[in-house]
């Protein structure tokens, strides 16, 4: 049965609490744990090659994955990446460990990069392990033939708290976010896509730190949309309350509709009519002979 795993958010004081907003959690990557891998995820211990073995290639048949699915790749970096220098690496952090610069596009292994190897570990109790090079002191990288949604593996011995991380990336090589490690000895440092979408192709475990007596990691954990539990944000949903600014739906309803009144008629000063004109005419000659025959009697007579 597939588990959700539940993130709350803080809310602010200008939020009511009266309800909960599940939404699908958002952002470029977020930590999960080994238990949110589904038993049928891939998981690779690196028993399951000869130790030694340099760059192991891992098929579905080599881990027993499903047919067609997952095969998995490991080197130390990927191209278009440096191992870092002392300009480029946090302080006191093993410069074969730290690596600089973004992968190029179209996301592949820099087969040039140092060696990745299947060894002993006597600090882990699953050994065997796989270390970078110099042994327990490389960057390893892994990349994924077809894009996963989550990927975890047990990294240490850590004997510093957050000067080791993991980084996804993108098949294009963008860079998708990163987990450091956050306790001592082994820890299971784990991502998910925020989306949970299958949008992981490649993975680096690096330093970003000063991690003294080497690291190395072990039971790589992957998984597709379907074999991961993803965490899902509970924030509170906002309250909805009374306010100042009239809603337009509310007053529509509450107050008497306003009747728009038409602009008083306005009384024509031309006719509109021929009919019009001529009696304007007509009346215009019948005052003027009026005025006419009035001259005529008050006129003297010439005689
Ligand atoms: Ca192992
Ligand atoms: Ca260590």
Redesign the pocket.
């Known amino acids: 049965m597939k588990k959700i795993s539940l993130v709350i958010l803080g809310c602010g004081i200008s939020y009511g609490f009266l309800g909960f907003l599940a939404i699908p959690a958002q952002g470029a990557v977020l930590r999960v744990g080994e238990t949110s891998f589904h038993a049928d995820a891939g998981l690779i211990?690196?028993?399951e090659l000869p130790l030694y073995t340099a760059n192991p290639v891992y098929t579905p048949r080599n881990y027993g994955g499903l047919t067609g699915g997952t095969t998995v790749s490991f080197g130390g970096f990927f191209l278009g990446q440096a191992l870092g220098n002392v300009q480029t690496c946090p302080a006191g952090a093993a410069l074969t460990g730290c690596i600089q610069g973004n992968p190029s596009g179209n996301l592949a292994l820099d087969q040039n990069s140092p060696k990745t190897f299947i060894v002993r570990d006597i600090d882990?109790p699953?050994?065997?392990?796989l270390s970078g090079f110099p042994i327990f002191n490389g960057a390893i990288s892994i990349l994924f033939s077809e894009n996963v949604a989550a990927v975890g593996l047990d990294g240490g011995y850590f004997n510093t708290v957050g000067a080791t991380a993991i980084t996804a990336f993108g098949r294009d090589g963008r860079r998708l976010g990163a987990v450091n490690n956050t306790a001592l000895g082994i820890e299971f440092l784990g991502l998910v896509s925020g989306d949970g979408s299958n949008q992981i192709a490649g993975l680096q475990f690096s330093l970003v730190g000063p991690e003294p007596a080497g690291f190395a990691i072990?039971?790589l954990r992957f998984g597709r949309a379907n074999q991961v539990d993803v965490p899902v944000i509970i924030s509170p949903s906002p309250t909805p309350t009374l306010s100042s600014t009239p809603n337009p739906s509310l007053t529509s309803s509450l107050n008497p509709p306003v009747i728009e009144e038409k602009p008083e008629q306005e009384i024509p000063t031309v006719p509109e009519s021929s009919m019009g004109w001529g009696l304007i005419v007509g009346l215009g000659f019948l005052k003027f002979l009026v005025q006419l025959k009035n001259k005529l009697v008050m006129s003297p007579d010439p005689d």
């Open positions: 211990t690196f028993s882990n699953s050994s065997p392990v072990d039971n």
